[in-house]
């Protein structure tokens, strides 16, 4: 009997096609496709008719040549037929043997297979994961790349420099930013403050006072004095709020720039949330590839089993019938019970023991036919 | 058949003062076109002015050939102590007596006399043009020299003025246009403290003019310049409330040691004449007279005389004398003083001016007991007596040509009878003549001698002396000639003794119409 080796892988291999993770698992495919090897390993690949057929011709064949032993002085029958016996007990044990060692080979063989198709089944299969931000793509080695769109990342990067341009303001030199600021409230002030000159001055000429300079007020008449210290003031003061200004700025531009930067790392935080739906999604798929292959590896184990059962049950069929073949051609049982073979008693003469190369006859070359009929049966 | 004589008086000739600017006929007869060394008198009359008794003894020694002493002050200190600060012969002297030179600093040389000299806080400044201001402390003979370099630099002002706690200086070389006050009550910080400056630049009201004096009247900063008044209000507070507050164009003050004040007004010469500025009570703006109308011709060319003598008018003096109650001003280059009588202004706004002649003063100061010091060639003399010195001094009145109100007749002087007060052993000459003649007839007479009341001598136990307390003379001279218009006049020899010319009575003939 011969294993179908293609149709037996084959039929491992299908089950794996039918787990998919876009799919899920089609359990009819599934449940076909383990029934396949099943009928393919089934006794009915032992052809035994055939089997049965080149028993009976052997055995009239032989049983043609050989006539009845009753015709010899000599038990040659007996002789013949213990030797026979012999050789076919010995034959059908070696082809046992073979055929056993054979069949482990095969289990050893189906079982690695199964094996690496768990691990198949079961491995991690990359996906990738689309939104509207971009595709992140996983690999085999458990990585992801978070693939922004253009767009997004166009986005992420203007966000990341501006980000960047702001944190440079931060760092900047707050004197300089001071200083800027103040010209700028410098600048709204002076206006205001060139009007009031002017107006003091229409006053102060108009008053005689125009010339006035005064050692007590710095060389300079108290009103123009006085004015002089009200725009110092005002220029401390804007100076100081210049500072504070300037502060308060670089503040913000601290929040904006934190704020732009972890803006830029949204889309990258959405692809991540949105790998981890899609790796919920994908472990639903991974589980039910992976309930496939533990299943397919559990039937396809079950199913193995039933092989080296079904194996098994061959065997012992098969030498059950080669026992009942040498039984019948040898004779079986003993005393009252014994049963004599084709091969065996009257039968077998002396022009038989010549015929079969008793004596100093040459072996006929029926038997040796016979012999590698047999072997070829056997698939030796 | 005899014609009745038509009787002329001339009531108290003169009391009007001169007038040289009104045409003469018709003028009132108590003008008079010259008053030489006269003095309105306390009863209204012409009489003659005081001379003077020169005090120092050693004049020659220290002034030598100069024009003697040109300024003077009376410092009095705290304690009561009087020193007087005169200057001349390029020299600082101490006394009355005897003039006593002040030790200078070293290295310091005078090259002029104008100094004006200023009491202010029990010290004396001295202030002149182009040299550095000068201080005696408490009337100290030894003169300290104010800073005149580093950070506290005093201006080298020609005018000075202590008000307001403060001093005030002007009219410097190279900036005539800028007003200095001191520190308060520091006369010699003038950088430092409270003090200050004002540049006029802008304030003149004619847009330029320099300054030439100050002055503090009626509660006002007065900054007088040639040709306007700049009148300052605030001055207490110059650093802070030192205001404008009113501005006089086209009168300025032309001579720095002109100004006066007589307690209501405040005197001093202009390129218009001798001007008074008056008090406001009511009014904005300060009442300005101009009280040399009278003479004003005559006056502005001595002021020219005097200008084109010195190169400036700094020489030109004033005093008031409440006393006296005249103003006097000299113009030592002419000789001639003006005396203005404050008691009350005529009609027309003038005072009653008079002219002094060879009395020739260089300096004026009233001294604290209010005598009248005034500067002579020969040291400080004080006005008083009817001498100049050791010399009598002519007194002259004429009157202006009168035509007795019949402009179109002859009139023929018969006879004049003179009432004069005073003029004990005093030579009198009477002038007369017509139709506007300087060639006058003149007739010569003189008074006897005669005592008078002797007012505080103990003459206990002498020779009795019988006597009126005031010597009235009454001379009558027989008169000739005639004319359409009069002139009288008189001409005394001024010997010791006062002379007041009460009445003119003329006695004439009016004759046929011209």
Redesign the interface.
């Known amino acids: 009997m011969a294993l179908n080796q293609s149709a037996f892988n084959q039929a491992l291999t299908t089950p794996m096609q039918n787990v998919s993770p876009t799919t899920g698992f089609n359990q009819s495919a599934f449940t076909s496709a383990l029934t396949t090897p099943v009928q393919n390993v089934s006794p009915t690949g032992f052809n035994q008719t055939t089997f049965n057929q080149a028993a009976q011709t052997g055995a009239s064949t032989l049983s043609g040549m050989l006539g009845s032993s009753n015709t010899s002085g000599f038990d040659l029958g007996g002789f013949a037929q213990g030797l026979l016996g012999a050789g076919v007990d010995y034959y059908a044990g070696q082809q046992d043997i073979d055929a056993q060692a054979q069949f482990g080979q095969m289990s050893n063989q189906a079982a690695q297979q199964m094996g690496q198709q768990a691990v198949q089944g079961t491995s991690f299969k990359p996906f990738s994961v689309t939104t509207g931000a971009g595709t992140t793509q996983t690999d085999a080695q458990g990585g992801f790349n978070l693939g922004l769109s253009p767009e997004q990342a166009a986005m992420q990067a203007q966000l990341t420099q501006q980000a960047g341009g702001l944190f440079g303001g931060v760092t900047g030199d707050v004197g300089q930013a001071s200083q800027d600021i103040y010209n700028q409230i410098r600048a709204i002030q002076n206006p205001e403050e060139q009007r009031d000159q002017l107006r003091l001055n229409e006053k102060l000429?108009?008053?005689?006072?125009?010339?006035?300079?005064?050692?007590?007020?710095g060389g300079q008449?108290?009103?123009q004095f006085g004015f002089n210290q009200a725009q110092q003031e005002a220029m401390n003061q804007a100076a100081f709020q210049a500072r504070q200004m300037a502060l308060g700025e670089q503040q913000q531009q601290l929040a904006l720039g934190q704020g732009l930067l972890g803006q830029a790392y949204v889309p990258q935080q959405q692809q991540l949330d949105a790998l981890t739906a899609g790796t919920n999604i994908a472990n639903i798929a991974g589980t039910g590839q992976r309930q496939g292959a533990q299943l397919q590896a559990e039937l396809g184990g079950t199913g193995l089993e039933a092989l080296l059962r079904s194996y098994e049950s061959g065997l012992a069929g098969e030498q059950t019938q080669r026992n009942q073949l040498v039984d019948l051609l040898l004779g079986s049982g003993q005393g009252a019970n014994a049963v004599e073979g084709l091969l065996g008693g009257s039968s077998l003469g002396g022009s038989l023991g010549a015929a079969v190369g008793v004596g100093d006859a040459p072996t006929p070359q029926w038997i040796k036919d016979l012999g590698n009929d047999a072997k070829s049966w056997l698939g030796l | 058949m005899a014609q009745e004589l038509k009787h002329v008086t001339i009531s108290a000739p003169g009391f009007l003062g001169i007038n040289t600017q009104d045409s003469p006929i018709g003028l009132d007869p108590a003008y008079a076109s010259i008053a030489d060394n006269c003095v309105i008198d306390q009863l209204g009359r012409v009489g003659a002015r005081k001379g003077y008794d020169l005090l120092t003894t050693n004049g020659p020694a220290v002034l030598g050939t100069s024009r003697g002493i040109e300024a003077m002050v009376e410092f009095v200190s705290r304690t009561g102590v009087k020193t007087v600060f005169s200057a001349g012969n390029n020299k600082i002297f101490t006394g009355t007596t005897t003039l006593v030179e002040c030790t200078l600093p070293a290295g310091y040389v005078i090259t002029d006399n104008d100094w004006k000299m200023v009491s202010f806080n029990n010290d004396v400044y001295f202030f002149q043009k182009g040299h550095a201001p000068l201080e005696s402390i408490v009337g100290s003979t030894t003169l300290t020299l104010l800073p005149t370099t580093g950070g506290n630099v005093v201006p080298q002002g020609n005018e000075i003025l202590a008000a307001y706690g403060r001093l005030w200086t002007c009219d410097i070389v190279d900036n005539k246009y800028?007003v200095y006050w001191s520190?308060l009550l520091a006369g010699d910080d003038w950088?430092?403290?409270?003090?200050?400056?004002?540049?006029?630049?802008?304030?003149w009201p004619n847009g330029y003019d320099e300054v030439v004096a100050l002055a503090e009247h009626n509660n006002f900063l007065l900054v007088f310049g040639k040709k306007s008044i700049?009148v300052?209000s605030g001055a207490e507070s110059?650093?802070?409330?030192?205001?404008?507050h009113d501005t006089i164009e086209g009168t300025g003050c032309i001579a720095r040691d002109s100004i006066q004040s007589t307690g209501t007004d405040l005197l001093f010469l202009s390129s218009r004449g001798v001007m008074s500025l008056g008090r406001l009570l009511q009014q904005k703006s300060l009442p300005l007279n101009d009280i040399s109308k009278n003479v004003r011709t005559d006056l502005l060319s001595l002021v020219s005389v005097e200008e084109q003598s010195n190169g400036h008018r700094e020489a030109i003096k004033a005093v008031y004398s409440p006393i006296d109650a005249f103003y006097l001003i000299t113009f030592p280059e002419s000789g001639i003083v003006y005396c203005f009588d404050v008691r009350q202004p005529l009609e027309n706004g003038s005072f009653r001016v008079t002219t002094w002649s060879s009395l020739k003063p260089t300096a004026f100061f009233l001294f604290v007991d209010d005598t009248l010091y005034m500067g002579q060639v020969l040291g400080i003399a004080k006005y008083a007596g009817y001498l100049d010195g050791d010399e009598r001094y002519q007194l002259r009145y004429f009157s202006n040509p009168n035509d007795f109100q019949s402009p179109a007749n002859l009139k023929f002087l018969k006879k004049f009878n003179l009432t004069i007060i005073g003029g004990q052993g005093t030579p009198t000459t009477l002038n007369w003549g017509y139709d506007y003649t300087s060639a006058f007839t003149k007739q010569e007479f003189t008074f006897g001698s005669s005592n008078i009341a002797e007012y505080g001598l103990s003459e206990y136990n002498t020779d009795a002396e019988y006597s009126a307390s005031i010597v009235i003379q009454t001379p009558k001279v027989n008169s000739t000639g005639s004319g359409s218009v009069v002139t009288v006049g008189i001409e005394a020899e001024i010997n010791d003794a006062a002379f007041s010319i009460q009445k003119i009575d003329i006695l004439a003939l009016i004759g046929r119409l011209i």
């Open positions: 000429f108009a008053r005689g006072r125009g010339g006035v300079s005064s050692a007590q007020y008449g108290a009103e | 800028t520190s950088n430092g403290g409270s003090s200050g400056s004002v540049d006029l630049t802008t304030v700049i300052y110059p650093n802070s409330e030192l205001t404008l």
